[in-house]
């Protein structure tokens, strides 16, 4: 009897402090209304719609999976995972996040989300968001080019905003030292290990002449393999004479293979950008570095982690969150 008294007790004191607990835990983590599998009972098709459109334009255009991921870290990063680096200007709002200049005229992979929005709507219209859509869509590149496999939470809601200074504030330049990265992803919630594992996107797609030339005119960065400066130099004229801004590779030895190349081509000093190079600035960070280029199965790990992780930022699921429909480029 006594033993039955207390045993009640003590469940009445653990029921309590989780109800003290649970509310706490679910205000402090944004995103936490996210789950995997959201659009199971509401739109049962919605990934492999997503899945297939993705996978037919990658097979065609591997640096577009480069564009996707891109974009998601880029729609993340200025104001939560909204879509709203989607939003085309309007005669109301005509400098809209996707003209920003870290955006226009790189970010690529726009007529991805159209399709896949487009066959989303036939199938089932209004029900799956914009944002949810790019986050997918990362994913499923991240498969296609990195055989990287990760589920990722759903259930974002579109905003209503988008704002190219904003877009410029809040995405790092390919200048930015160590410090200034690290500073910049701590206020996204992401420390210098999501840092890092994240960076490992530079192993696919391409980079425009314009986002490292500094590091080539009028010398070659010390900061800089010699060599690859040299070479590089070829590829990339003088903007000072330079009529078009060329393209080339992230990684020049498996451009289209998301893995730890990249990682190896910031050891040996023949990655893009000094940002790139900044990660071997701290003991921390240059050892993560190592590691990725002797252990890749934990890089792709980590990567996959730090991608949900970057998918939970700022997300909205309520009010003046909305679906965007019938195209993501505008808001209801
Ligand atoms: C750490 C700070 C970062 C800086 C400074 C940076 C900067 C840049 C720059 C300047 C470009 C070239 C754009 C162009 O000229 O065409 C680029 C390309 C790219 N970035 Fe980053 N980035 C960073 C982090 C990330 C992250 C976190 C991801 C995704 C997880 C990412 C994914 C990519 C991809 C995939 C490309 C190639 C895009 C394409 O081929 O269209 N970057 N980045
Ligand atoms: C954008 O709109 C503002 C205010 O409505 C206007 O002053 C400006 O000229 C417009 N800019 C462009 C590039 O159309
Ligand atoms: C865009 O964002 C900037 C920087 O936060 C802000 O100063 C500006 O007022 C915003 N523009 C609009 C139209 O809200
Ligand atoms: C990074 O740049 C900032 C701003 O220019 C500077 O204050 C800081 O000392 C630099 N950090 C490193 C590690 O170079
Ligand atoms: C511009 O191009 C000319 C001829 O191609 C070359 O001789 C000159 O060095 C270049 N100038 C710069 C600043 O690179």
Not at 189 to 196: E, H, K, P, Q
Request: proline share 6%; hydrophobic share 35%.
């Amino acid at each position: 009897m006594e033993s039955k008294t207390s045993i009640l007790i003590t469940c009445l004191i653990f029921a309590t402090a989780f109800q003290l607990l649970l509310p706490l835990s679910e205000a402090s983590g944004r995103g936490s209304e996210l789950k995997v599998g959201y659009y199971k009972d509401k739109c049962q098709k919605a990934e492999s719609i997503v899945t297939s459109t993705v996978s037919s334009y990658v097979k065609s255009y591997p640096g577009l999976g480069g564009g996707l991921i891109r974009m998601f870290f880029h729609d993340c990063f200025v104001r939560g995972c909204d879509a709203s680096v989607l939003l085309d200007p309007t005669p109301e709002n005509n400098q809209t996040e996707k003209l920003a200049i870290p955006n226009f005229p790189s970010l690529r992979g726009f007529e991805v989300i159209d399709a896949a929005k487009a066959e989303l709507e036939k199938e089932c219209k209004g029900v799956v968001s914009c944002a949810d859509i790019i986050a997918l869509a990362a994913r499923d590149a991240s498969y296609l080019l990195g055989n990287i496999f990760y589920k990722i939470p759903t259930g974002r809601l579109d905003g209503r905003v988008s704002n190219s200074t904003e877009a410029l504030l809040n995405l790092p330049p390919p200048f930015f030292n160590l410090t200034q990265l690290e500073a910049l992803f701590a206020t996204k919630g992401l420390n210098a290990f999501d840092l890092v594992a994240l960076s490992g996107a530079h192993s696919i797609g391409r980079s425009h002449c314009s986002s490292f030339t500094s590091r080539l005119y009028p010398t070659i960065d010390p900061t800089m393999d010699q060599n690859f400066g040299a070479s590089l130099r070829k590829l990339c004229p003088d903007p000072k004479n330079a009529t078009n801004d060329g393209v080339v590779p992230q990684d020049f030895v498996t451009p289209d293979k998301l893995d730890e190349q990249y990682y190896k081509n910031v050891e040996s000093l023949t990655a893009l950008f000094f940002s790139d190079w900044s990660l071997l600035t701290s003991s921390e960070t240059s050892k993560q570095v190592d590691t990725y280029t002797k252990e890749p199965e934990t890089f792709k790990q980590d990567f996959a982690n730090a991608m949900v992780k970057m998918g939970n930022i700022e997300v909205l699921t309520g009010p003046p969150g909305e679906v965007r429909g019938p195209t993501c480029r505008f808001v209801n």
